[in-house]
C-alpha cells in the first residue's frame, strides 16, 4: 500500500502531500470532498479535541449550504502518523481578499470557536515551534496560499492548549461567557453563578411572564417543527437588526438552509445544531439555537419577539434559564453562550473561555495583510473596550446603512 493510500484512503490528495519525520506526523494530505473524510473525522471528534462548531454534522451542512451557495473553496487538511493513523484535521476555506489568498476555519461568523481537531496526545506534543513549521508545511502542501487567519480560538480546551493558539498575535475583540453545570443540582449551579439580587430578579420577570399565559420550553425535532421555530427566529432576528438598523446576517437563505440541515442532522446519530422556543400561548416568544458536542452546548444565537406584550419579561432570558437546567438534568457539563459581551451573558456565567486571534504569513503579501488584519483587530477590540467608543461606532454603522447610495454627480 502507498504511503498516500495509507495516509488518507480514497482522498483526493494536492501534488504536495509531504512526508515530514518531524515529531510524530509524516504526511500531510489535503482534499476538497468532506464526504471523503467522515469516518476518521466522526472518529477523532468522539475521541480527541474538537468544539463544537467542527464537529463532522456541524461542518457538511455548512459546506453543502452555505458553501456552495457562496461557492467557497474548502480544504480539508488532514495530518497522519507514520502508520497512517489521524493525528488532526483542520477544516478550511479559502479566502481571497485585497489581493490576497488565506485560509480560514469554515463556519464564520456563525462559529464562535474556530479550531481544528487533533488527538490529544498529538495537540500536547506540539510546542510553539513545531507548530510553526507544521503550518508552514500545511500552507506548502494547500500551495499558493499567502497566510493563515484564526481568529476567536480558545487558549485550551478541555485543559489542552489549543496548538495554533500558541502563535496568537494578541486576544481577540471579544470573550465568550461559559457555565460548569453541576448534574442533577441546577439550582445550586445557579446559586453558583448568579448573584441573590440576579435570581430575585429573575423570578419577578417570571411571574410577570407568567401572567401572560401557558409557556412552554420546546424542542423542534422533526421537520414541521424546525421549520416553525426557524420562521419564528429568522423574523425575530429581522425585526431586531432592522430596529438596531444594522445588516442581518441571517437574511441569507442559504444560513436558513443550513441550520435546517444541522437541526435535522444525519442518519443515525443525534443533530449537532438544536432549536429550541419559548412558546407562550402556542406562539414563540424567544428563540435559541446551540450547538452540542459531548458533554457541551454552546449557543450560537437567540432573539425573541419584540412585538409581543410580554418582550418586557424578557423571554430570553426566562428561555435560556429553563434551557440551562434541562442540559444540566440531561447531565451535560459545560454551557456557553458564545463569544460577544452582553449583560445576561455576564449575569448567568461566572466562566469565561478567552478568544485569541493568530495570523501566520507565509509570502510577502500574507505579511502585509496579516499586519492590516492584526491591526483591525486590535481597534477592534479597543472599541469594544470602551462603551464609549463602542456606541459611536454602532451609530456610524447605522448611518452608513441609512445613507443612500451615491449617485452619478457624486
Same mark, same amino acid.
Given at each position: 500500500?502507498? +504511503?498516500?493510500?495509507?495516509?488518507?484512503?480514497?482522498?483526493?490528495?494536492?501534488?504536495?502531500?509531504?512526508?515530514?519525520?518531524? *515529531?510524530?506526523?509524516?504526511?500531510?494530505?489535503?482534499?476538497?470532498?468532506?464526504?471523503?473524510?467522515?469516518?476518521?473525522? &466522526?472518529?477523532?471528534?468522539?475521541?480527541?479535541?474538537?468544539?463544537?462548531?467542527?464537529?463532522?454534522?456541524?461542518?457538511?451542512?455548512?459546506?453543502?449550504?452555505?458553501?456552495?451557495?457562496?461557492?467557497?473553496?474548502?480544504?480539508?487538511?488532514?495530518?497522519?502518523?507514520?502508520?497512517?493513523?489521524?493525528?488532526?484535521?483542520?477544516?478550511?476555506? !479559502?479566502?481571497?481578499?485585497?489581493?490576497?489568498?488565506?485560509?480560514?476555519?469554515?463556519?464564520?461568523?456563525?462559529?464562535?470557536?474556530?479550531?481544528?481537531?487533533?488527538?490529544?496526545?498529538?495537540?500536547?506534543?506540539?510546542?510553539?515551534?513545531?507548530?510553526?513549521?507544521?503550518?508552514?508545511?500545511?500552507?506548502?502542501?494547500?500551495?499558493?496560499?499567502?497566510?493563515?487567519?484564526?481568529?476567536?480560538?480558545?487558549?485550551?480546551?478541555?485543559? !489542552?492548549?489549543?496548538?495554533?493558539?500558541?502563535?496568537?498575535?494578541? =486576544?481577540?475583540?471579544?470573550?465568550?461567557?461559559?457555565?460548569?453545570?453541576?448534574?442533577?443540582?441546577?439550582?445550586?449551579?445557579?446559586?453558583?453563578?448568579?448573584?441573590?439580587?440576579?435570581?430575585?430578579?429573575?423570578?419577578?420577570?417570571?411571574?410577570?411572564?407568567?401572567?401572560?399565559?401557558?409557556?412552554?420550553?420546546?424542542?423542534? *425535532?422533526?421537520?414541521?417543527?424546525?421549520?416553525?421555530?426557524?420562521?419564528?427566529?429568522?423574523?425575530?432576528?429581522?425585526? &431586531?437588526?432592522?430596529? @438596531?438598523?444594522?445588516?442581518?446576517?441571517?437574511?441569507?437563505?442559504?444560513?436558513?438552509?443550513?441550520?435546517?440541515?444541522?437541526?435535522?442532522?444525519?442518519?443515525?446519530?443525534?443533530?449537532?445544531?438544536?432549536?429550541?422556543?419559548?412558546?407562550?400561548?402556542?406562539?414563540?416568544?424567544?428563540?435559541?439555537?446551540?450547538?452540542?458536542?459531548?458533554?457541551?452546548?454552546?449557543? @450560537?444565537?437567540?432573539?425573541?419577539?419584540?412585538?409581543?406584550?410580554?418582550?418586557?419579561?424578557?423571554?430570553?432570558?426566562?428561555? /435560556?434559564?429553563?434551557? !440551562?437546567?434541562?442540559?444540566?438534568?440531561?447531565?451535560?457539563?459545560?454551557?456557553?453562550?458564545?463569544?460577544?459581551? +452582553? &449583560?445576561?451573558?455576564?449575569? !448567568?456565567?461566572?466562566?469565561?473561555?478567552?478568544?485569541?486571534?493568530?495570523?501566520?504569513?507565509?509570502?510577502?503579501?500574507?505579511?502585509?495583510?496579516?499586519?492590516?488584519?492584526?491591526?483591525?483587530?486590535?481597534?477592534?477590540?479597543?472599541?469594544? =473596550?470602551?462603551?464609549?467608543?463602542?456606541?459611536?461606532?454602532?451609530?456610524? /454603522?447605522?448611518?452608513?446603512?441609512?445613507?443612500?447610495?451615491?449617485?452619478?454627480?457624486?
Amino acid at each position: 500500500m502507498s +504511503a498516500v493510500a495509507a495516509c488518507a484512503p480514497n482522498l483526493p490528495t494536492t501534488p504536495a502531500s509531504q512526508r515530514t519525520g518531524v *515529531r510524530g506526523w509524516d504526511r500531510i494530505c489535503v482534499g476538497n470532498e468532506i464526504g471523503a473524510l467522515e469516518t476518521e473525522w &466522526r472518529q477523532l471528534e468522539a475521541s480527541g479535541l474538537a468544539t463544537p462548531y467542527q464537529a463532522y454534522d456541524w461542518v457538511r451542512p455548512f459546506v453543502e449550504t452555505v458553501g456552495r451557495a457562496k461557492a467557497m473553496a474548502f480544504r480539508f487538511v488532514r495530518i497522519c502518523d507514520a502508520g497512517g493513523a489521524t493525528l488532526a484535521l483542520l477544516p478550511l476555506v !479559502i479566502t481571497r481578499r485585497h489581493g490576497t489568498r488565506f485560509a480560514e476555519f469554515i463556519g464564520g461568523k456563525h462559529s464562535n470557536y474556530h479550531m481544528g481537531l487533533y488527538r490529544r496526545d498529538f495537540a500536547e506534543s506540539l510546542d510553539e515551534e513545531t507548530t510553526r513549521r507544521l503550518l508552514t508545511e500545511i500552507g506548502t502542501a494547500i500551495g499558493e496560499v499567502d497566510a493563515f487567519v484564526f481568529i476567536n480560538q480558545p487558549t485550551s480546551w478541555q485543559g !489542552i492548549e489549543n496548538p495554533t493558539a500558541l502563535l496568537a498575535s494578541g =486576544a481577540s475583540p471579544s470573550r465568550s461567557y461559559k457555565l460548569a453545570l453541576q448534574p442533577g443540582d441546577c439550582d445550586g449551579t445557579l446559586r453558583r453563578s448568579m448573584s441573590k439580587h440576579a435570581r430575585k430578579k429573575l423570578t419577578t420577570k417570571r411571574n410577570r411572564f407568567a401572567e401572560f399565559g401557558h409557556s412552554e420550553l420546546v424542542q423542534a *425535532r422533526d421537520a414541521a417543527a424546525i421549520d416553525r421555530v426557524l420562521d419564528a427566529f429568522l423574523a425575530q432576528k429581522a425585526a &431586531r437588526f432592522a430596529q @438596531m438598523r444594522l445588516p442581518d446576517p441571517f437574511a441569507d437563505p442559504a444560513i436558513r438552509a443550513f441550520l435546517r440541515e444541522a437541526a435535522l442532522g444525519s442518519a443515525g446519530s443525534s443533530p449537532v445544531v438544536e432549536l429550541y422556543s419559548l412558546d407562550l400561548e402556542g406562539q414563540p416568544v424567544a428563540t435559541y439555537v446551540g450547538a452540542v458536542q459531548g458533554s457541551r452546548f454552546s449557543g @450560537m444565537a437567540t432573539s425573541f419577539d419584540l412585538a409581543s406584550p410580554a418582550a418586557r419579561t424578557s423571554p430570553g432570558e426566562i428561555l /435560556l434559564v429553563q434551557l !440551562i437546567k434541562r442540559k444540566c438534568r440531561a447531565g451535560l457539563t459545560m454551557f456557553d453562550l458564545g463569544v460577544g459581551e +452582553a &449583560r445576561y451573558k455576564t449575569t !448567568i456565567c461566572d466562566d469565561r473561555d478567552d478568544l485569541v486571534d493568530t495570523f501566520f504569513p507565509l509570502t510577502a503579501r500574507g505579511q502585509a495583510y496579516a499586519r492590516f488584519s492584526q491591526a483591525k483587530r486590535a481597534l477592534k477590540r479597543k472599541i469594544k =473596550a470602551s462603551p464609549l467608543a463602542l456606541k459611536l461606532s454602532l451609530r456610524v /454603522l447605522g448611518w452608513l446603512k441609512r445613507r443612500p447610495p451615491p449617485g452619478d454627480d457624486d
